[in-house]
């Protein structure tokens, strides 16, 4: 078992569509955890960051974090074509500040 | 704040010679910054740990004397790909730690191509 797991899609939705990316992981000393947004030929940008169980809001973005089912996803709300890249989760925890990720979703927002 | 420049952006060698790829935080002091090569459609493979003031720690496989990294200072990370041959080619990326903390942010990558 991978130690990060992340549906690859491709996932298509349309403009306005609320979209649901998730992660599940095997190791339980991953205590912080993140969302990058990659677009093509470009370093990823860091969306979310949250080191707790719950969920944190920023604008259309949701974070959401279950320790104990050891599982995290994305929220994108009213999505748009600018929206359209990879999204990778990682995870983290040891004191090398390694970080553990998944292999990216990638989602295009058709207008 | 927290912007990671990475330079160049993209850069053609011929085989056999050295390729120097530079990561700055530009807003930021990292002691501990991280390089990344990427495949087409692949997530990110670390290859090493640069710590500012010592030797990088090299992922297992990834050959210290081929990739070459120097932390030099606070703000800048260095990656040397020397004697490039074409199976070098691929997207090389920078991350760094911003302060002491854990949130790992990303240059703009390096596309390097080896004819």
């Known amino acids: 078992q991978k130690e990060v797991e992340q549906d690859p899609g491709p996932l298509s939705v349309p403009e306005g569509a609320i979209v649901s990316l998730n992660c599940t992981y095997s190791?339980?000393?991953?205590?912080?955890f993140m969302w990058y947004r990659q677009y093509s030929r470009k370093g990823p940008e860091l969306l979310m960051y949250?080191?707790?169980?719950g969920n944190k809001e920023d604008g259309r973005f949701t974070a959401q974090v279950d320790k104990s089912s050891k599982y995290i996803s994305l929220f994108i709300r009213d999505s748009q074509p600018s929206d359209s890249a990879t999204y990778l989760c990682?995870?983290?925890?040891?004191?090398?500040?390694?970080?553990?990720f998944g292999k990216g979703t990638l989602l295009t927002v058709n207008p | 704040g927290a912007v990671v420049s990475q330079h160049p952006s993209w850069v053609i060698c011929k085989s056999g010679t050295s390729v120097k790829i530079e990561c700055r935080s530009l807003?930021?002091?990292?002691?501990?910054m991280f390089w990344y090569r990427q495949f087409p459609k692949q997530s990110l493979m670390l290859m090493a740990t640069?710590?500012?003031?010592?030797?990088?720690?090299?992922e297992q496989g990834v050959e210290k004397d081929k990739f070459l990294i120097n932390h030099a200072s606070l703000t800048l990370s260095t990656l040397t790909v020397t004697s490039a041959h074409p199976e070098d080619s691929s997207f090389y990326i920078c991350?760094?730690?911003?302060?002491?903390?854990?949130?790992?942010?990303f240059g703009q990558g390096t596309r390097l191509t080896v004819v």
């Open positions: 991350s760094a730690l911003r302060g002491g903390g854990t949130e790992a942010f």
């Open positions: 640069s710590n500012e003031g010592s030797k990088a720690t090299y």
């Open positions: 190791n339980s000393a991953f205590q912080y």
């Open positions: 807003d930021f002091q990292a002691t501990t």
């Open positions: 949250t080191y707790s169980s």
């Open positions: 990682a995870m983290g925890g040891g004191s090398n500040y390694k970080l553990t």
